[in-house]
């Protein structure tokens, strides 16, 4: 069981290094980040609570692929991550950067996903297959929490330290673009399962781009609070 635990939190415990990294101009409290990764597990354990009532649709064609990518995953957990974010912050003295909004969010991304990535490896431990799952969960599932936290935190941020006549358009956009890019990202994986092996081939191909251009798009996202907390940039 301990080696699942490791196995399980290991790649969230790299991308929380690889953020503390990042934010090292002017961190945040140890505390907080503990705080931020704790309310990613409450987030993790609301949607459980919220969605376990909701019925279950096998995924038998992309229309039920796309229900169970969005309704049953990217819009519950994504809103429920920023739930956590706005009570994680709305009282926080020590948010007072771009970047913190980044470093905060993908905590709680990271906690959320390190709560899932234990209940699936035990899962997988039943049929003798958690170290395959673990290996492509590290790969893939614990970094996609960790940019869609950086979407959110970018956004949120974005909201908190812009021009107030955008704000309400910031907070919809750290909203809704997590959710549409975790609601992507489940329903592509879960439709490969319902078609042809050629076609999954593709639908693969295609995710692997996708997966790689929201990494590219995560890493120009941070760079670009970086740079405006240096310059004291107000816009």
């Not at 990294?21 to 409450?42: C, H, I, N, S, T």
């Not at 957990?77 to 920023?82: F, G, M, P």
């Not at 959320?112 to 699936?120: Q, R, T, V």
């Not at 950086?150 to 941020?157: I, K, Q």
Request: proline share 5%.
């Amino acid at each position: 069981m301990i080696w699942i635990i490791i196995a399980a939190l290991a790649p969230v415990f790299l991308l929380f290094i690889y953020i503390l990294v990042k934010d090292m101009r002017q961190p945040e409290p140890l505390r907080w980040l503990m705080k931020a990764l704790l309310y990613g597990v409450f987030a993790a354990l609301l949607v459980i609570l919220v969605m376990t009532p909701v019925p279950q649709i096998q995924v038998v064609n992309w229309t039920t692929a796309f229900y169970n990518g969005f309704v049953m995953a990217g819009i519950p957990e994504e809103s429920a991550k920023l739930l956590m974010l706005w009570l994680l912050l709305r009282k926080n003295p020590y948010y007072d950067e771009r970047l913190d909004g980044i470093v905060y969010a993908t905590c709680i991304g990271l906690g959320f996903a390190g709560l899932e990535n234990i209940g699936y490896l035990i899962q997988g431990a039943a049929n003798g297959e958690w170290m395959s799952i673990g290996i492509s969960r590290a790969l893939f599932a614990v970094p996609g929490h960790f940019f869609f936290g950086v979407v959110m935190g970018f956004f949120y941020a974005m909201a908190t330290f812009s021009n107030p006549r955008y704000r309400r358009l910031n907070l919809f956009l750290a909203w809704s673009m997590p959710i549409l890019a975790h609601g992507l990202y489940d329903s592509i994986l879960m439709g490969m399962g319902t078609t042809p092996e050629y076609i999954a081939g593709i639908l693969m191909l295609v995710f692997l781009v996708g997966f790689n251009a929201l990494r590219k798009y995560s890493v120009r996202l941070i760079a670009r609070h970086q740079e405006k907390d240096r310059d004291g940039n107000l816009v």
